[in-house]
């Protein structure tokens, strides 16, 4: 039992430096290549972020560990908005480009609509997968062309001080270098994370719902949290909430995406509503919802906004862990 946990604290540890790096490379090479803050926060940041999620939903995926899969997805995006982001605001007020509420944040309670709507046959099937997988390419695609209009408009702002909180290479090779290691750190934290979880969850006797919601989701969330507060606090607004943005969208699209291509992915326990599962779902459009209100007024997301989020997310993880016992006493 130690071993294991011992074993999930590396696991986790590799995550996060794997995902550093990989942020660092792949942040900085979108620096060298002219790209604005909000778009490096959006796509570049943002997948680099979901890169242990991806590998873990993937790994879960081939080892027939569904609900780890579909519940890291489910409980980091809850993770990044109600955990992270509460703590960046609570840190400090953050504002952001106008945008994020406009087009954004719409996008990201719509694709978690999406999702909603695709689970109710307690299944994701090839197609479910494709049509999400589809989606990323979309809104990738999506988020260049508006990258292009801005700056053929003359409205880009500078991107000197864009990912100082991560650290800029200037190096191409050291860039790529970066990006393989941090690709490799992640992809070994994550089989570790997804070995040691599953043990530690058969020697306590709780469901792989609760291992995937919170011990894993947590896990995965660490690089959204370290890139988010340190951009808040070095008051590159736009990488830190465009960062989870962006992260929750690539989290429903590409992580569920590949996922359920690589194998259907069917919602055990009775499926969708009997496992519970369609609460979780429900508290996590309910919390994807919540900035868009923050940030209606004035674009800001203020202290107080953040403290709310942060007591959300306790009485969240009070729900599991009291849902989790009940679970083990019957």
């Excluded at 109710?120 to 479910?128: A, E, H, V, W």
């Excluded at 969208?249 to 369609?278: C, E, K, Q, T």
Aim: glycine fraction near 10%; proline fraction near 3%; aromatic fraction near 8%.
């Amino acid at each position: 039992m130690l071993l294991d946990i011992l074993l999930c604290a590396i696991g986790f540890a590799l995550l996060y430096f794997g995902a550093e790096w990989l942020v660092k490379g792949s942040s900085s090479l979108a620096r060298s290549l002219g790209v604005t803050p909000i778009v490096i926060g959006l796509t570049v940041v943002a997948f680099g972020t979901s890169a242990p999620e991806l590998v873990v939903s993937l790994l879960s995926s081939i080892e027939e560990k569904s609900m780890i899969a579909v519940g890291n997805v489910v409980g980091s995006n809850i993770c990044n908005i109600a955990l992270v982001l509460g703590l960046a605001a609570a840190f400090r007020a953050i504002s952001c480009h106008r945008t994020v509420v406009r087009r954004d944040i719409p996008i990201m309670l719509g694709i978690s609509a999406l999702l909603l709507v695709l689970c109710l046959d307690d299944r994701l099937g090839r197609i479910d997968g494709a049509v999400l997988f589809a989606g990323i390419v979309g809104y990738t695609i999506l988020n260049y062309w508006f990258a292009k209009r801005e700056k053929a408009a003359g409205r880009v702002p500078p991107v000197a001080a864009g990912v100082s909180d991560i650290g800029y290479v200037r190096a191409r090779w050291l860039q790529f270098v970066l990006i393989v290691i941090g690709i490799g750190g992640v992809v070994g934290g994550a089989e570790l994370v997804v070995w040691a979880a599953q043990r530690i969850m058969l020697a306590l006797g709780v469901s792989q719902k609760f291992v995937g919601l919170t011990i894993v989701a947590f896990g995965t969330s660490l690089p959204e949290l370290a890139t988010s507060v340190v951009a808040a606090y070095r008051r590159e607004m736009d990488i830190s909430i465009g960062n989870l943005v962006g992260s929750n969208v690539f989290n429903i699209m590409s992580v569920l995406g590949a996922s359920a291509l690589l194998r259907p992915i069917d919602i055990p326990d009775g499926g969708f509503v009997a496992s519970g599962l369609y609460i979780d779902y429900l508290v996590m459009i309910g919390t994807s919802a919540l900035p868009f209100f923050f940030l209606l007024k004035d674009n800001t997301v203020r202290r107080r906004d953040g403290l709310l989020l942060l007591l959300i997310y306790l009485g969240y993880v009070a729900y599991l862990v009291q849902h989790a016992l009940v679970q083990k006493g019957t």
